[in-house]
């Protein structure tokens, strides 16, 4: 006996353990409730592992909305975001350059913003993030990287932020909830967010 434990209780335990259903993540992909595009089963992988990582995003979009509004040199307020292009520099980070490609995961954006549940920022939105961005960076003295990188390195680094800021796309979370409703689930704040769309 351990623990005041039998081996018939060790052995229950198991059972009950190995019987139980996973928990699925709120990233976890092909659960949403919109139906996925056609493609072929190579396609299919490469959309699912796309789709885990945004949703990864979409789920902190607040978080990050919070985060730009905070620094206080914007002309507007930034609704929640999500950054694409930062979202796949992750995932190809992970799979040491050989996931998906960019065209991959803008596949899964327009999925998404096909359903409305992203939507491109204006021109002028976007301008603003990128310098916002560049202030903060500037700030923080760690514009372009560390400072014992080569100003040819540096700059590709800045130039990436740049174009990850650029690329910010608003998250619609009531048309979110549409698509995977599961979210409700995610954190408070979503919750919240799926209460007011039932008592809307």
């Not at 990128?130 to 560390?146: H, I, W």
Request: aromatic share 10%.
């Amino acid at each position: 006996m351990s623990k005041g434990m039998t081996n018939g209780g060790r052995l229950r335990r198991w059972w009950y353990e190995f019987k139980a259903k996973p928990v699925p993540y709120p990233s976890d992909p092909g659960r949403a409730a919109a139906p996925y595009p056609q493609s072929r089963r190579d396609q299919r992988h490469a959309f699912a592992q796309c789709e885990r990582y945004l949703l990864r995003e979409i789920v902190d979009a607040g978080n990050w909305a919070r985060h730009v509004n905070a620094r206080g040199d914007l002309t507007f307020l930034a609704p929640w975001l999500i950054q694409p292009w930062r979202v796949h520099a992750s995932l190809m980070d992970d799979t040491k350059g050989r996931g998906p490609t960019r065209s991959q995961m803008q596949a899964v954006v327009d999925w998404l913003a096909n359903h409305g549940a992203l939507r491109a920022l204006g021109d002028e939105q976007r301008n603003e993030l990128v310098r916002s961005g560049e202030d903060e960076r500037a700030a923080q003295g760690r514009t372009g990287g560390s400072a014992s990188d080569s100003p040819e390195y540096r700059a590709r680094v800045e130039d990436m932020y740049r174009q990850w800021d650029r690329d910010s796309w608003e998250v619609i979370a009531v048309k979110m909830l549409h698509v995977y409703p599961h979210l409700a689930d995610a954190d408070q704040e979503w919750h919240d967010t799926a209460v007011r769309v039932e008592e809307a």
